[in-house]
């Protein structure tokens, strides 16, 4: 099989699926939440914790895969806050946002998954030693770097208000 560059017509809506179904994986599996993947305006998947806690989260899941040339970040816009934040209201649900990210920013192909509490993006972005996440003119700027010089995976690793996974890939060679 060769590796080429040309995408297939379809890959915004193939990523989009992928990036939903490893939302689900992450939340379902490595966080013992029962989950459901729904076609609703604002959110793509449900999620009810398993321990009795009775929280339950409508979640928006964003994907990109970025290029090496492009900055590690993104917008999360006003309208979409209000469409997530629409339909968890509806759903009697607390909002939560995934982003789920493919770069090569460390060398190798690595797939990013971030997810938060809405409310957890707000304080984050309103506490002035954060520096990942900032209210922009039209919502909310996620960024994982900044610069060739500074990237902020490490705090995003050590704040206990989002859950983060990466997975790496490997090319075996025969």
């Known amino acids: 099989m060769q590796n080429t560059q040309e995408r297939d017509g379809r890959w915004a809506k193939q990523f989009g699926d992928f990036a939903e179904h490893l939302t689900m994986y992450v939340m379902g599996q490595l966080n013992n939440m029962s989950v459901a993947l729904i076609d609703h305006v604002g959110a793509d998947v449900i999620a009810v914790k398993r ?4 929280e339950r989260y409508a979640v928006s899941v964003k ?6 040339t492009e900055g590690k970040n993104y ?3 006003q309208r979409d806050i209000d469409k997530l934040e629409e339909t968890a209201e509806m759903l009697k649900m607390t909002p939560a946002v995934s982003f789920v990210f493919v770069d090569e920013m460390e060398g190798a192909k690595k797939i990013r998954v971030f997810v938060a509490e809405l409310e957890n993006v707000f304080r984050l ?8 996440l900032n209210r922009v003119a039209d919502g909310i700027s996620f960024c994982y770097t900044e610069g ?4 902020w995976l490490s705090e995003i690793r050590k704040c206990d208000m989002i859950l983060y996974y990466e997975i790496q890939f490997t090319e075996m060679l025969a």
């Open 63 to 68: 994907g990109r895969n970025i290029p090496p």
């Open 148 to 151: 060739k010089s500074r990237q």
């Open 75 to 77: 917008n999360f816009s």
């Open 51 to 54: 321990d009795g806690s009775e």
């Open 125 to 132: 972005c309103d506490d002035p030693e954060t520096g990942f």
